[in-house]
């Protein structure tokens, strides 16, 4: 048998402030997109990029952990696991939307609002189905990384 | 404002329909293992065995699935094999299984048939459940069966 029996901790992973987070993005580019309001998809770019450099910026997180789990209105679900994955997944979807944003002041609104609705697609599938695509690209890279 | 609500349910729609290809080519993947042995002269055959799979930068590899793998040998014994193998250096079989994240596990039974894939973190119960059910089948072998992770 050949198990690595590292028993280090994980700090707990909040599973239902990510679920928050993803809900808010898909709603605010949802109502973005329908009122055709370039500066609501910017706003959520700023948003999703302070936090993925910073949790105590994520706002929606905050709103989670600071309205939400205290009214009682949502439970939390914590789970022993990195959060590195998730962070880098925001990030993706941050760069996206920041890219989607540019078009979209830049007068390319096709470009931009196809770019905003991917990232409302990803972030769908992962509220959805639990599928996290950008998790995945970070096991690739890791992969990548590793291999060589 | 009615075009861009029919774009988002048009959206919607595909997604619904991608995932579901998706699940099915997954679904037809993991069948057309039910004949291979790829693990031939990794692991040793003549009992189940259950393969994690790790990689160096997976936290959640040496925090949870190895104390878990830990936990489902010291339970079972020499029931099972238990092994933990190194994503980067198993690029055809993490490839040809399917595994699209790290941790993962595999279930394997005495004759190096692919029986289970787990995708995300499985605890000792879960997988001492899979490997009894090959070890006392209740009915006649069935299909491998995956099971994704969350998040």
Known sequence: ?148 | MIERLLIIILVAVVIALAWMAIRAWRAQHLRSLAHKTPFAGIIPPGKPAVVGFSTPGCVECRTRQAPALARLSANLGDQVTVRTLPVSEYPHLVDHLGILTAPATVVIDATGVVRFVNLGFADAEKLATQVNSIAHPVHNRSDPQTAACQG
């Open chain 1, 1 to 148: 048998m050949s198990v690595n029996q590292n028993h280090a901790t994980l700090p707990g992973f909040d599973r239902t402030a990510l679920r928050v987070n993803q809900a808010a993005v898909i709603v605010l580019l949802l109502v973005a997109f329908i009122a055709d309001l370039p500066w609501l998809a910017a706003t959520t770019a700023i948003i999703m990029a302070l936090g993925t450099i910073s949790p105590s910026l994520a706002l929606f997180q905050r709103l989670y952990r600071d309205v939400l789990r205290p009214a009682g209105l949502l439970r939390p679900d914590i789970h022993q696991e990195d959060a590195a994955p998730h962070r880098f997944a925001q990030g993706m979807g941050a760069t996206v939307l920041i890219l989607a944003s540019l078009a979209l002041f830049l007068g390319a609104p096709t470009v931009g609002w196809a770019l905003a609705l991917l990232v409302v697609a990803l972030a769908a599938i992962n509220l959805v189905f639990g599928f996290c695509v950008g998790c995945f690209i970070f096991f690739q890279i890791q992969r990548l990384v590793h291999s060589r």
